[in-house]
């Protein structure tokens, strides 16, 4: 079956460092991909939509200077914290899918920022 | 039971049992709503999907209600297994359709925690 690919798992780096973390489909394109956030406890709350070939679209309070998405090829997305805080310090997650049916996620990505 | 504010919601059964976990969504104009499971550190896996046409859809031990007119969707586990506990979150399209069927609004989640 289709699978969702993140790298890395888990990644931990000091106060103003930018952070790459990158999204695969494996086996299938994916001309649209989602980047979820997740606090402890909590529920996922969607960042953004990757666009191949062009602008990411941004959800409402997510600042695109900071989170720098780059959708260059169909089975790629990168999301790049930048100048990273703790209070960055997230799980974040990548989904895709193929068209009409269910979003595929990733494994998810664990950020701490010390 | 159930609590609110900052705690997700919990559910404790026992190995055999039954689950029934509750989710109510906000955007009556949805056309697809979908069933995660989350274990912990891991990314939500898809358990069973159902679109506005249908009110009821069964796959192999669970089963999606929905009722539209309250917006309430419901998930059923049959005969619980301790590798059912988990996080479970409903989520809906908010009937983005075509392309974007990835765009989706979770709710809050439900702990399931199944007791040999």
């Known amino acids: 079956g289709a699978v969702v690919s993140q790298h890395p798992s888990r990644v931990i780096c000091k106060s103003g460092t930018s952070v790459k973390i990158e999204c695969r489909s494996l086996d299938f394109q994916a001309t649209t991909m989602f980047w979820y956030r997740q606090f402890p406890k909590k529920s996922l709350m969607l960042m953004a939509t990757?666009?191949?070939?062009?602008?990411?679209?941004?959800e409402q309070g997510v600042e695109k200077d900071k989170f720098l998405i780059n959708h260059a090829s169909l089975t790629l997305s990168t999301l790049t914290v930048t100048s990273a805080h703790p209070e960055d310090s997230s799980f974040y997650i990548c989904?895709?899918?193929?068209?009409?049916?269910?979003?595929?996620f990733g494994p998810g990505t664990r950020l701490t920022v010390l | 039971g159930e609590s609110v504010g900052l705690h997700l919601p919990t559910l404790s059964v026992q190995e055999g049992d039954n689950s029934i976990i509750n989710c109510a969504y906000s955007?009556?104009?949805?056309?697809?709503f979908i069933w995660y499971k989350q274990e912990s550190g891991k990314g939500p896996q898809f358990i069973i999907d159902i679109r506005s046409n249908m009110d009821k859809r069964q796959g192999q031990r669970v089963t999606v209600l929905l009722n539209k007119t309250v917006k309430h969707l419901s998930l059923q586990i049959a005969a619980t297994q301790p590798g059912d506990s988990a996080v479970y979150f409903c989520?809906?399209?908010?009937?983005?359709?075509?392309?974007?069927?990835?765009?989706?609004?979770f709710g809050q989640g439900t702990i399931l925690t199944v007791h040999p």
């Open positions: 990757s666009n191949e070939g062009s602008k990411a679209t941004y």
């Open positions: 989904s895709a899918g193929l068209a009409g049916g269910p979003p595929i």
């Open positions: 989520a809906e399209n908010g009937n983005a359709g075509g392309t974007s069927y990835g765009k989706l609004t």
């Open positions: 955007n009556s104009a949805s056309d697809y």
